[in-house]
């Protein structure tokens, strides 16, 4: 069972900037690991994903060239750095592992993902 705890959240400006992490344990059976985010009375829709193997991150449109995911070298914490965020970021942001090695898709979608943290809030006002 892979154990997931994100940290980082809180609440900032419009045009800030905030870095969530997830703590990953354990790592040897993870291919991939994703942010999720659900903002008040919508759903849970995927924000950006990164291959343990190969490194390579991918992400929605809507945060493209704002936001970053990565992995430690170790492979034991995933990151989320988010600039110039907008109101409508605001939400749960939530780490997800895929333990599935045939798993190659490039857009996260939350049926794909086996394990889940508890969330973090994220709050950008205008």
């Known amino acids: 069972r892979v154990q997931l705890v994100e940290t980082g959240g809180g609440s900032v400006q419009a045009g800030g900037s905030l870095r969530l992490s997830c703590s990953i344990s354990p790592t040897n059976i993870v291919w991939a690991m994703a942010w999720f985010r659900q903002a008040p009375g919508k759903e849970r829709e995927g924000v950006a994903l990164?291959?343990?193997?190969?490194?390579?991150?991918a992400y929605v449109d809507s945060v493209k060239g704002r936001f970053s995911i990565s992995l430690n070298s170790a492979k034991t914490t995933l990151y989320l750095q988010m600039t110039d965020l907008k109101p409508e970021d605001t939400g749960v942001y939530t780490c997800?592992?895929?333990?599935?090695?045939?798993?190659?898709?490039?857009?996260?979608?939350?049926?794909?993902?086996?394990?889940w943290g508890r969330g973090t809030q994220v709050t950008v006002s205008s």
């Open positions: 990164i291959t343990s193997a190969t490194g390579i991150p």
């Open positions: 997800a592992a895929n333990t599935d090695r045939t798993y190659n898709s490039r857009y996260p979608e939350e049926r794909d993902w086996n394990y």
